[in-house]
């Protein structure tokens, strides 16, 4: 009885904890789409129109001539499916190579498109 009563408390708290973080687990159970194919430019931005990273990330973008859609997560539907698909919680989000960049983060741009 008692072997029985452990199991099942280890059962519950296992449960519990995937509950807790189905986000990372499902990540980690569902293969993530790959927009990027979707997209002849190299950099896919998620982003709005009255956020500053996401201004200063154009920018920078621009200035290095480094190609890039850029979808409206306020205006697009599409912009939306996709930025909620990768578990977009902030802007801007960046598809670099199928690769996420969030915030504004120019090394790690430099770094996704290196790869």
């Given at each position: ?78 912009g ?12 801007p ?14 090394s ?8």
């Amino acid at each position: 009885m008692k072997k029985t009563a452990v199991t099942f408390a280890i059962i519950v708290a296992v449960i519990g904890v995937m509950a807790l973080n189905w986000g990372s687990v499902h990540a980690l159970l569902v293969a993530r789409p790959d927009f990027a194919a979707q997209h002849v430019e190299p950099v896919v931005l998620y982003g709005t129109d009255w956020c500053s990273n996401c201004k200063m990330t154009r920018a920078y973008l621009r200035e290095n001539k480094i190609p890039f859609f850029e979808y409206d997560v306020e205006k697009s539907p599409e912009g939306q499916r996709q930025f909620k698909m990768l578990q977009g919680n902030g802007v801007p989000l960046l598809l670099v190579k199928n690769n996420v960049v969030r915030g504004f983060d120019p090394s790690a741009i430099q770094a996704a498109l290196r790869r």
